[in-house]
């Protein structure tokens, strides 16, 4: 029956997309809302943009099997520069500084210890904090790195619940700060 609908009407996928939103937007305004449907404390980001960017300077929080990856592949790309990292495990982090001495950059500055995130996340030097860090330590390094205006990508899953995607989704529109779940596949 799909396939039969879909060649009658012949509607592309992104106007059926934009006309379920525009329902959806309509029903809200119709007083769903007050039930919950819609909570967003901000503007919403859909086309929120930050003026273009040189230099990105990047803070990694994390450097076990996704965290060191990214640091190598960030310190190839033209205008990204890692100025932060932090990991508890002091070995981790003397193998990401051998990292940059034998390419002869300037190493990182380094934060260690299991709350040195936090110092990570307000540091003026950071434009883009890159969460690695294990599932249950996602939002929180988000949330305060956005509060201290920076913006953040989150390894998969950016957030366990419900409570902590609407806390990401509400910091992000407050602050007017980028917040992306990284992954490299489409669902």
């Known amino acids: 029956w799909s396939v039969f609908f879909y060649a009658k009407i012949n509607i592309e996928r992104r106007d059926f997309l934009k006309g ?24 919403p980001m859909s086309r929120f ?8 300077r990047f803070g990694v929080i994390g ?18 520069e890692v100025t932060a990292m932090c990991e508890i495990r002091p070995e981790a982090i003397t193998e990401a500084e051998a990292f940059f001495r034998e390419r ?35 939002v929180p390094p988000a949330v305060r790195a956005m509060e201290n205006g920076k913006h953040v990508g989150i390894e998969v899953p950016a957030a366990s619940t419900v409570e902590e995607a609407w806390e990401l989704v509400e910091t992000a529109e407050r602050t007017r700060r980028h917040c992306m779940m990284l992954e490299n596949c489409c669902y």
């Open 49 to 56: 943009a930050v003026p273009p960017m040189t230099r990105v």
């Open 20 to 43: 379920i939103a525009a329902c959806g937007a309509a029903a809200a305004s119709g007083g769903c809302s007050t039930g919950g449907f819609f909570a967003p404390s901000g503007a």
């Open 104 to 138: 002869g950059e300037r190493v990182p500055k380094a934060y260690c210890g299991p709350e040195a995130w936090k110092a990570l996340c307000d540091d003026p030097d950071v434009d883009f904090v890159y969460n690695c860090t294990p599932w249950d330590l996602h």
């Open 63 to 80: 450097l076990g099997q996704r965290g060191m990856p990214a640091v190598r592949t960030l310190s190839g790309i033209p205008g990204a």
